[in-house]
């Protein structure tokens, strides 16, 4: 029932401070997941609570030209099995910003150690950037064969068993479905051979990487990998049927509160591998385009969390 409440009144917040509502000379006030904003000069008309994860909804409250305070905390906390977790500030911090007409600014957090939160100017940073929902737009004609694509993504330690999630850019995130996983074909309780991932995706499909598993041999043995705060995370869009696609190769490494992760690429060496270990692909191997996002998940400080290698 908590939820429920709290969903619903994120809803008419979010209803009520969207751009569209703005004046012109207005700027605007984005957040990052998890940010929970109390009060805005003073004001006690409710939270404002942006959610992270699958549940992130980005802010777009207009302020007007001039100072204003801001009372600032955070919600990490996330419900499911086999445990719940509640992870919020114990208090609120005061933040200031010169709103100056036409800007953008952004909320942002820290929390993984005596928690912090600021606000920057993105207004060139994040400048060109929609959070509109695209069109949709027609899948390929054809047969589901027809339209079938295969996706070769290299993970080192191979043990990294990840998991591609169809989804959409909107602004600066990549929103996954939760329930679009694209199908792994080589999966394995160790991680995957050699740490050549193969997938089956269809053309028109958009996937992106945001999460993963550590195999230590055994489906009850695993740690999760989630991608959050400013880890790059690699969008391919609208892809193309009847490819063999190249994603890249991302290595992942332990990092205090977690992972550490960075994609580098060698189509050769990927080319080589292909055509040896699987001839009804030889020669079909090439790159595929793909845009940077960030992923709408919450750096919470709990050894899943898949940052940027120092």
């Not at 993984?112 to 939160?117: A, C, L, S």
Request: negative net charge; hydrophobic residues 40%; contains cysteine.
């Amino acid at each position: 029932m908590k939820q429920t409440a709290w969903l619903a009144l994120l809803v008419l917040v979010l209803a009520g401070t969207s751009p569209a509502n703005a004046d012109t000379t207005d700027a605007i006030l984005r957040c990052d997941p998890g940010t929970l904003i109390k009060k805005i000069d003073g004001g006690g008309e409710g939270y404002k609570m942006a959610g992270h994860g699958a549940g992130f909804i980005e802010c777009a409250i207009p302020l007007s030209p001039g100072n204003h305070t801001l009372d600032v905390c955070f919600d990490a906390s996330s419900s499911g099995w086999p445990v719940s977790v509640v992870l919020t500030c114990s208090e609120n911090r005061k933040l200031t910003v010169d709103a100056q007409s036409g800007h953008t600014y952004r909320i942002k957090l820290d929390i993984t150690g005596e928690w912090k939160t600021w606000i920057e100017d993105v207004t060139e940073a994040e400048a060109g950037l929609s959070y509109e929902k695209p069109p949709k737009k027609p899948k390929p004609s054809g047969s589901k064969k027809e339209r079938e694509t295969i996706l070769i993504l290299r993970a080192t330690p191979e043990y990294a068993w990840l998991q591609l999630l169809k989804g959409e850019i909107l602004g600066k995130w990549f929103n996954a479905d939760t329930f679009g996983a694209v199908k792994l074909l080589n999966h394995s309780t160790k991680g995957v051979p050699d740490g050549y991932h193969v997938f089956r995706a269809y053309g028109g499909d958009s996937v992106g990487l945001i999460w993963g598993q550590m195999m230590i041999g055994s489906i009850f043995v695993q740690k999760q990998v989630m991608a959050c705060g400013d880890f790059p995370v690699r969008v391919w869009e609208d892809i193309p049927p009847g490819k063999v696609l190249y994603l890249g190769h991302l290595t992942i490494t332990v990092a205090p509160n977690g992972y550490a992760g960075a994609y580098s690429d060698d189509l050769a060496e990927a080319r080589a591998y292909i055509d040896s270990h699987h001839p009804e692909l030889a020669g079909r191997l090439e790159a595929a385009p793909f845009r940077e996002a960030r992923s709408p998940n919450l750096c919470r400080g709990l050894g899943f969390d898949l940052s940027v290698i120092p």
